[in-house]
């Protein structure tokens, strides 16, 4: 009984590895980019719930009045129902234009053990200084307003 090398089919060993190596190291790769894009997924939505709480305050504060708000200084608190819980400070500062107040509200929460924030900041028209001058019926927000993302230490991304 002799062997030839003569019609041989099939893979040798070395290539069904080399092929299960490369395959392996596809699924690996494919696995990560989808871990990442999750992980993205939900820190885009923790901005965007941030933003729109933002905006939610900047709301309430023009509701109550700039004028009254003013008064109380710097005001914070927490938003409560939310996962991971979201805190909010606001700041004003009079301009001495006009009325006009420079707006300063930040969003922050921790999540994994690192600190994000968004800040706000917006004019909003206070009392007339110009009692002769027809009123124009409480503060309104501005057209102005910039928005700031902030991750851990600061940073912005």
């Known amino acids: 009984m002799t062997h030839g090398k003569g019609n041989r089919t099939g893979f040798t060993l070395t290539e069904t590895l080399a092929a299960s190596t ?82 300063s509200l930040t969003v922050g929460w921790i999540d994994g053990g690192r600190p994000y924030s968004v800040t706000v900041q917006t004019m909003l028209n206070g009392a007339n200084p110009y009692p002769d001058e027809e009123e124009s019926g409480g503060g309104s927000i501005g057209e102005t307003g910039s928005i700031q993302r902030g991750g851990a230490a600061g940073t912005t991304q």
């Open 22 to 103: 490369i395959l392996c190291g596809a699924v690996v790769t494919i696995a990560a980019i989808s871990t990442q894009s999750l992980r993205s997924t939900k820190e885009n939505r923790q901005y965007e719930t941030a933003v729109l709480l933002a905006e939610q305050q900047l709301c309430m504060v023009d509701y109550i009045g700039i004028d009254e708000f003013a008064e109380l200084g710097q005001a914070q608190g927490v938003f409560e129902g939310y996962d991971p819980p979201y805190s909010w400070a606001v700041t004003t500062q009079y301009l001495d234009i006009d009325g006009l107040y420079l707006v």
